[in-house]
Structures are given as C-alpha cells and as structure tokens.
C-alpha cells in the first residue's frame, strides 16, 4: 500500500485526454508543507494562517509570524504557497481576542469573522502584511482574504498591504519581487460582482465549505443537516459553472479548495465544469492524481453540459454510472 502510495506521489495528473490538470494540497502547520513532497502536489493552494492563532495562547508576535511564513515558503522551494489571512471569529474563536464586546453571536458563521475582523481590528492585518511582505522577500508572494462579499472589502485589505510595502521600501528593506492578490469566493453575493473584482486579482479560489452552507442556508457544522443537501446538486455545480463562465478570458486562476474537491466524484464533476486546479487534504492527492489519468475531460465537459441543461432526478447516481462505465 505504502508503494502505490510512492508510486502516485510521481505521477503527473494528466489526463487521458492530455490535459494537466493542476493539484495543490491544503496545509495550517509547519508541518503540514512535508506532505507536498510525499504527495508530489503541486502547491499549497490554501494555507490557513490562523492555525497558528488557533493553537497559540497569545497573539503571534510579527516575528513569529515571519519565521513560519518564510520557513513555510522555503520548505516549498519552488512550489507556489497561497496564503490566507486570519480567518478567526466564527466558530473559531481566540480568547486573546474579544469578540463583539463579548457578546455571544447567534450566527457566528455569518458573523464578525474573518476579513471583517481583520479590516476593524486593522493592526491585526497590518502586522501580518509586514510578516508575509518581509517573508517573501525576493520571492513571489500569493496572498488571498477569506470572506470576501463585496469588491471594497478586498480594496481595503489590499490598501493594508501596499502601505505596508511602502513602509518596508521606505526603509530600504527586502520586498517581494512580486506579489499576486487573490480572494476567497464563499459568500454566494460575490459571484454577482466578478466583473468588478476580476481586474484587481490574479487568482480567486471557490471554498466550498462555506459556499455550500451559504448558499442552501445549511449550517457546515450542524450533523442533522449534513444530509440536507449534495455537493453534486444541480444548484452548485451550476452556480461554480457560473463562475467559472464569468471568468473566462480574464487573467484569474480558479482553484477549488474546499473539501468537495477531495472527493473523486465531486472532482470529477467539477473538472467536467471547467475547472483546472484543485487544492485539496492530502491524503486525497493520491487517489485524485489516479482517477484523472482515467478521466477523458473533453467527455465530462460535454456529460456536464448535458446534465445541467436538463437536471437528471439523482445526479449523483448517473455520474456514478457514467464513471463506473469507463473505469474511472
Ligand atoms: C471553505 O470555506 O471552503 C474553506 C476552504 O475555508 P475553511 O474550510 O477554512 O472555512
Ligand atoms: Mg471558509
């Protein structure tokens, strides 16, 4: 088993029809950047940086934050790493942070979480724009904000970072030799100003961990509604095909990177959507990598279409039936 393991950390996910289709890991810790090498991903597509909040008693100091940013990139070499700002509040909760005047939240979720912390708690964002800016000195930095609805959301986070590059130029320090801006699309009212935000980022990555529980209004942590709804309902593949669409032609790169893209079937279907990158838990590399060598995209592409021009009762059940019928 460890073999066939080893053996998929070197296989390139190409599929059968030749197209590369692009394979990233999700990662929080230090520790987690390993599993790029004995994955053989690409990437890390989604690094969470409050993990190193979450598990710290006190809030990280500037320089903590720096070193594990720079030791995470340098673990990386080569293999781009897209940082995710603080996304605390929520149900994830820091005790060295209070929260809303202590008032308790009835939807935490949909509440003073993430990049809306980060923008009213602005020296939050200021320090960990100096950290990473100063970690990716003369390297490529990716740099992504979780919880983006509105377009000004993401100007005001990025103002945070070039005035803090400003700062850091004004001081004749190290920058990074570029710096690529992207957000996270999880608030279904997003979708609806692609057109704004497209030409103010490089990359966009669809988590569908929170995107799903928004858009049927279904709590992600609540196991009497994990039944309630599929990943393979018509309503969310059309609506990341939908995205998708919007953004065909722009200079953005679309990744997935919620848990839906970690399992064969939702993969399957949303490379059938038009998507190319996918960043996922990494035990799921291995397998992924395996089922896209099988997979003919052209076909799904086309199965896809079919299917979302007129909705078949169980979708699920007939991409089952249509993978089992070419081995996938
Ligand atoms: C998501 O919401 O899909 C996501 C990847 O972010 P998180 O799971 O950390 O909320
Ligand atoms: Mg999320």
Same mark, same amino acid.
């Given at each position: 088993?460890?073999?066939?393991?080893?053996?998929?950390? %070197?296989?390139?996910?190409?599929?059968? %029809?030749?197209?590369?289709?692009?394979? @990233?890991?999700?990662?929080?810790?230090?520790?987690?950047?390993?599993?790029?090498?004995?994955?053989?991903? %690409?990437?890390?597509?989604?690094?969470?940086?409050?993990?190193?909040?979450?598990?710290?008693?006190?809030?990280?100091?500037?320089?903590?934050?720096?070193?594990?940013?720079?030791?995470?990139?340098?673990?990386?070499?080569?293999?781009?790493?897209?940082?995710?700002?603080?996304?605390?509040?929520?149900?994830?909760?820091?005790?060295?942070?209070?929260?809303?005047?202590?008032?308790?939240?009835?939807?935490?979720?949909?509440?003073?979480? +993430?990049? !809306?912390?980060?923008?009213?708690?602005?020296?939050?964002?200021?320090?960990? +724009?100096?950290?990473?800016?100063?970690?990716?000195?003369?390297?490529?930095?990716?740099?992504?904000?979780?919880?983006?609805?509105?377009?000004?959301?993401?100007?005001?986070?990025?103002?945070?970072?070039?005035?803090?590059?400003?700062?850091?130029? &004004?001081?004749?320090?190290?920058?990074?030799?570029?710096? !690529?801006?992207?957000? @996270?699309?999880?608030?279904?009212?997003?979708?609806?100003?692609?057109?704004?935000?497209?030409?103010?980022?490089?990359? *966009?990555?669809?988590?569908?961990?929170?995107?799903?529980?928004?858009?049927?209004?279904?709590?992600?942590?609540?196991?009497?509604?994990?039944?309630?709804?599929?990943?393979?309902?018509?309503?969310?593949?059309?609506?990341?095909?939908?995205?998708?669409?919007?953004?065909?032609?722009?200079?953005? %790169?679309? =990744?997935?990177?919620?848990?839906?893209?970690? !399992?064969?079937?939702?993969? *399957?279907?949303?490379?059938? *959507?038009?998507?190319? !990158?996918?960043?996922?838990?990494?035990?799921?590399?291995?397998?992924?990598?395996? @089922?896209?060598?099988?997979?003919?995209?052209?076909?799904?592409?086309?199965? @896809?279409?079919?299917?979302?021009?007129?909705?078949?009762?169980?979708?699920?059940?007939?991409?089952? &039936?249509? +993978? =089992?019928?070419?081995?996938?």
């Amino acid at each position: 088993r460890q073999a066939a393991y080893a053996a998929l950390r %070197d296989v390139v996910p190409v599929s059968a %029809d030749g197209k590369r289709i692009t394979v @990233m890991i999700n990662a929080g810790l230090r520790d987690d950047v390993a599993n790029l090498g004995l994955t053989g991903a %690409d990437g890390i597509g989604l690094f969470r940086t409050e993990f190193q909040f979450l598990v710290s008693a006190t809030l990280p100091a500037r320089e903590r934050q720096t070193r594990l940013y720079r030791e995470v990139m340098e673990q990386a070499g080569n293999k781009p790493v897209m940082f995710r700002t603080v996304d605390i509040g929520g149900d994830k909760t820091l005790p060295y942070l209070r929260h809303n005047d202590g008032d308790d939240e009835e939807n935490p979720a949909m509440g003073w979480r +993430a990049l !809306r912390v980060a923008l009213e708690r602005d020296g939050l964002l200021k320090v960990q +724009a100096r950290a990473l800016l100063e970690a990716a000195a003369g390297r490529t930095l990716n740099v992504m904000f979780p919880m983006v609805s509105e377009p000004w959301e993401f100007d005001a986070a990025r103002a945070v970072f070039d005035s803090q590059l400003e700062f850091l130029r &004004s001081r004749r320090k190290r920058v990074p030799e570029a710096i !690529r801006y992207g957000v @996270m699309l999880e608030v279904p009212a997003l979708a609806e100003q692609l057109d704004v935000l497209a030409p103010k980022i490089q990359f *966009l990555s669809i988590g569908t961990n929170d995107l799903t529980q928004f858009l049927f209004a279904a709590d992600r942590a609540n196991p009497k509604l994990a039944e309630r709804y599929d990943w393979l309902s018509p309503a969310i593949l059309r609506f990341i095909r939908r995205i998708v669409r919007n953004l065909e032609g722009q200079a953005v %790169d679309v =990744t997935v990177c919620g848990e839906m893209g970690g !399992r064969q079937l939702e993969a *399957l279907a949303l490379i059938g *959507l038009g998507i190319e !990158r996918l960043s996922i838990t990494p035990a799921s590399v291995g397998p992924l990598k395996a @089922m896209i060598g099988k997979c003919d995209v052209s076909a799904i592409r086309e199965a @896809m279409e079919g299917w979302l021009a007129a909705p078949p009762e169980n979708l699920r059940q007939v991409l089952t &039936s249509w +993978a =089992t019928e070419r081995g996938i």
